[in-house]
């Protein structure tokens, strides 16, 4: 009986000890990488802030030209017609291909 008291008691003081020694000094982040928790804004609080960022941005899109943060187009993405583009991809295509023929150019990989 005594030996069975003995070994229970010090299973107990060793799960004790554990969780014991687990125990943090009682700061969260002691290198102090991590900010400070912040409260929760109430649904107020956002919506106020809500409509403060949105009059702002309504201010700043009335004032502001279109010249500033972007440069002006140029008005057609397209300069040459599909013949036009067509026409030039062949000339281009055979003049690669005569420059390969006299050895200007190697052809393929070696």
Known sequence: ???????????????????AFAQSKGEADPAGAMAMPAAKATPAEKA????????????????????DAMPASEGVA?????AERKAAAAKRKAEAAAAVKKGEIPAGEK
């Open 1 to 19: 009986m005594n030996k069975t008291l003995l070994a229970v008691g010090l299973v107990l003081a060793q799960m004790l000890a554990v969780n």
């Open 78 to 82: 397209k300069k040459h017609t599909k």
């Open 48 to 67: 106020a802030a809500k409509a403060a960022r949105k009059s702002e941005g309504a201010k700043v899109a009335k004032t502001a030209t279109p010249g």
